[in-house]
DNA sequence: CTCAACATGTAACTCGTTACATGATTGA
DNA sequence: TCAATCATGTAACGAGTTACATGTTGAG
């Protein structure tokens, strides 16, 4: 799975293990993560199978820049061509809803209550990004929609949150 | 993880692995998923530890009822109380909306409308789930509240991919 | 000079999935 | 009787996390 993230990241620009890892964090940190000790030994697969190939010398402090070759960008098309998205979904924070019941009325409001600032903080952050700059290229356009759903489920959950407060009010 | 989420549910009402295994295709099944092949290990572990226990005999085809003990419900109390939900995203059709410009415009609108469709689909399944019965006891309360996630995430999700599907066709 | 950020890696472990394996019961 | 569903389990594998480990560069 991760394979395929990198390479797509890559099909837009060459860059370092360092600066993905960055990535993973940002901008396609709302939909997918990926921590470093994970991405350096699947870059180094990838570079082995010829899917990248890294920019002759290393720079500065070891720094190695990747670039995607034609057999990479094949694979990532390929990929989405021809695979299903998984849809499985892995939510603990909506999980733990589910036990809204066990805890005792205080811990349940701060729970839901908690939930509301998380989504209204990733709401800021992705704002803050989809305003950094208006999309020019194809690649930037795509990101704009992806950032899009991240936008429109934070805003979700913020709203689910408030309601969620209401009702339990109303059951005390 | 997963333990949790198994003593969250014999806390409302003693169950098999079976049984269990249902709930995360259903109800649950909009904010975690689980194989039997993990829970019936899990199950057994839990019951070395005390945490659960299987009623007395097996029933037909050997079936095992569990129920919580008091150490299991202490168990998962802490855990709600105790422990931060993890907030990773793993989101890997969202994920593909990134490489949108790498398909060609038919496959690129192909994927949203996809999305579409299984939005469509989450919704109703959930729409029939909260419609079925009106909530009557603190776990019904709490589920129907969790299940509320599961549709307005989905909601959200519906009107992203429609959003994105304009969007696809102004940059032709 | 020193601290933060840059930059890459490995190893052990945990969690979850897929495939294999078996058998009982019930309704058509 | 036969197929679907009920019911439980194991083993191998894959993906991801945490912790360990190391060294460089640039800014103040």
Known sequence: MLRHALLGLLADR?????????????????????GHSQIYPELNRLADEGLIAADGEPGPRGRKTYRITGDGRDAVREWLRETEPDRTVR???????????????D?????????????????????ATAAARRPATPAERSQRIGLE?????????????VWALERLSEHR
């Open 91 to 105: 939510d603990e924070a909506a999980l733990r809803t589910f036990f809204l019941w066990l805890m005792d009325p």
């Open 149 to 161: 759903i991240g936008l429109r489920e934070a805003q979700a959950r913020a709203d689910w949150a």
């Open 107 to 127: 811990d349940a409001r701060a729970h839901v209550e908690a939930e509301l600032r998380a989504a209204e903080e990733a709401l800021s952050t992705l704002r």
């Open 14 to 34: 060459p860059m370092s293990g360092y600066e993905l890892a960055q990535r993973f964090e940002a901008a396609v940190g709302a939909t997918w993560s990926a």
